[in-house]
């Protein structure tokens, strides 16, 4: 059963990944005519007034998953270069809600963002420097590197492509939502590994 707060997924007309919209927006879009096509299963049906001249009521079908016109950003995000903006909710959920120097799995309240290298010894505010950590091994661990804390970095931490933050950012995804979004991470994304982890056996 599908409810008025699942996202849906935004793309452009080549499939690339874009980002999570409402229905309201997404209504919205297939009102404009910017809707291409749609893939996935179907979210809603959302009814309208009624034509005056017709007698008909307006209806519009929302998939899980459409492609929209006109985003001029879509080539940049694609490239390999692109880095996406680095936010405490995407990063927990790259590290998969774990703590990389306990192993344990935690809330969003009792994690925080641990900068490998310390910013007191030049360490960045960036996707290669931030792990996710429980705050009791975040205090622990302190502005030291992990080796003078005497704890062990369990992952390295990587930049995610915009079709892995597309991932991140979303919330009750979709099966089918998940597998086009899948299809789009490398090869080699620590991702896969990760969602299999939390699908559980």
């Given amino acids: 059963m599908y409810t008025l707060d699942h996202q849906v997924l935004r793309t452009d007309i080549a499939g690339m990944p874009l980002d999570w919209?409402?229905?309201?927006?997404?209504?919205?879009?297939?009102?404009?005519?910017?809707?291409?096509?749609?893939?996935g299963v179907l979210l809603y049906r959302i009814r309208g007034g009624i034509n005056a001249r017709s007698g008909c009521r307006s209806v519009i079908e929302v998939n899980s998953i459409i492609a929209t016109r006109g985003d001029s950003h879509a080539a940049i995000?694609?490239?390999?270069?692109?880095?996406?903006?680095?936010?405490?909710?995407?990063?927990?959920?790259?590290?998969?809600?774990?703590c990389?120097?306990?192993?344990?799995?935690?809330?969003?309240?009792?994690?925080?963002?641990?900068?490998?290298?310390?910013?007191?010894?030049?360490?960045?505010?960036?996707?290669?420097?931030?792990?996710?950590?429980?705050?009791?091994?975040?205090?622990?661990?302190a502005g030291r590197s992990p080796e003078e804390?005497?704890?062990k970095l369990l992952a390295v931490p990587f930049v995610p492509t915009?079709?892995?933050?597309?991932?991140?950012?979303?919330?009750?995804?979709l099966a089918d939502q998940m597998q086009f979004l899948i299809a789009h991470f490398p090869r080699t994304s620590p991702l896969h590994e990760r969602i299999q982890m939390l699908a559980g056996p």
Wanted: glycine share 6%; aromatic share 10%; charged share 25%.
């Fill in 21 to 39: 919209i409402s229905y309201r927006e997404a209504v919205r879009l297939y009102h404009l005519d910017q809707v291409q096509y749609a893939c």
């Fill in 77 to 98: 995000k694609a490239s390999k270069h692109y880095t996406p903006p680095l936010s405490n909710a995407a990063l927990f959920a790259r590290d998969a809600q774990i």
């Fill in 100 to 141: 990389l120097y306990c192993g344990g799995r935690f809330r969003d309240q009792e994690l925080s963002r641990d900068h490998v290298t310390p910013l007191s010894r030049g360490g960045s505010d960036d996707w290669k420097n931030v792990v996710t950590a429980c705050k009791r091994c975040n205090n622990h661990k």
């Fill in 149 to 151: 804390a005497g704890v």
């Fill in 162 to 173: 915009h079709a892995e933050y597309v991932y991140l950012r979303g919330h009750r995804v």
